[in-house]
């Protein structure tokens, strides 16, 4: 018998669907974080014989750049070609509704290959932290003030993301906000934000990211006042090239628990000035 395959958009009545499927690969996400994947892009699913096999989504940016995530397939059905049946359709899809606009991704390494074949190259390196306790850090002291989250701090936090992320998120910023445990700005004595960091709940603890920080010291500041507290693993996706604020995290705690590559199609570099940008929202956000 022939293998039917249909590949369409996902809603809320697919979510515990795609819940099965990101598990099935060992991801776990509270739901807030399954609201913002839904609510912030587009969801697809590749269905094999009615059954749903592989999901990934599609995250705009205004014009300037497009990110594909959280693409997993069945664990038994692999390497059947669903992934790339699933990649191929979401990025022609993307071409039709976008134009050429440049794609970003996060991708484990052994799973590069798969998506130099679809026209993207490695742009980067993201590592993979976590500690169960972070130890406080003994840094100088800036003269910089932090405040909590509220409709200033929105604006700024958006300031401060577009320019070092290179796009603009401010859509995608609000819903973090709102499903944030904890949002810091650092203001220097005239009351400009200078940096800014949240903290999102996750599985077993909380998820540290973005951060948009001046120089390692700052960045260090919203992780501690980001992380205190915090009772479970803290956990942390920081570019390869912040080799100094690796080095720090991990005298304070923090181990590696993996990497995977950048990669990117339609531009020759990722866009912004990423030496700003010390964490990451969430590999599938970029």
Known sequence: MATEWVISRLGEAERAAWVNVVESVGWRFVPAEIDLFFAAGEAWGAYVDGQLAGVASVYRYGENLAWLGNVAILPHLQRRGIGSKLVDHVLRHLEVEAGDVPVGLVARKELAPLYVRF?????????RLEADRVLVPHLPQEPLSAEGQGDAWLDDACRLDRHAFGADRSELFG????????VIA???????????????????????????????IMALNLMHLL????????????????????HRL?????????????????????????????????PAFG
Do not use: C
Request: aromatic fraction near 4%; charged fraction near 25%.
């Open 175 to 182: 819903r973090v906000v709102r499903a944030a445990d904890k």
């Open 186 to 216: 650092v203001r220097d004595e005239a009351g400009k934000a200078q940096g800014m960091g949240v903290a999102l709940p996750s599985e077993t603890g909380m998820r540290v990211g973005p951060i948009v920080a001046q120089n390692d």
């Open 227 to 246: 992380a205190e507290d915090v009772e479970g693993p803290v956990v942390m996706d920081v570019p390869a090239e912040r080799a100094s604020f690796l």
């Open 250 to 282: 991990r005298k304070l705690g923090f181990e590696d628990q993996s990497s995977s590559v950048i990669m990117l199609r339609g531009a020759p570099r990722l866009p912004g000035h990423r030496q700003y940008l010390y964490a990451l929202l969430r």
């Open 119 to 127: 026209g993207f190259r490695a742009v980067g390196e993201i590592v």
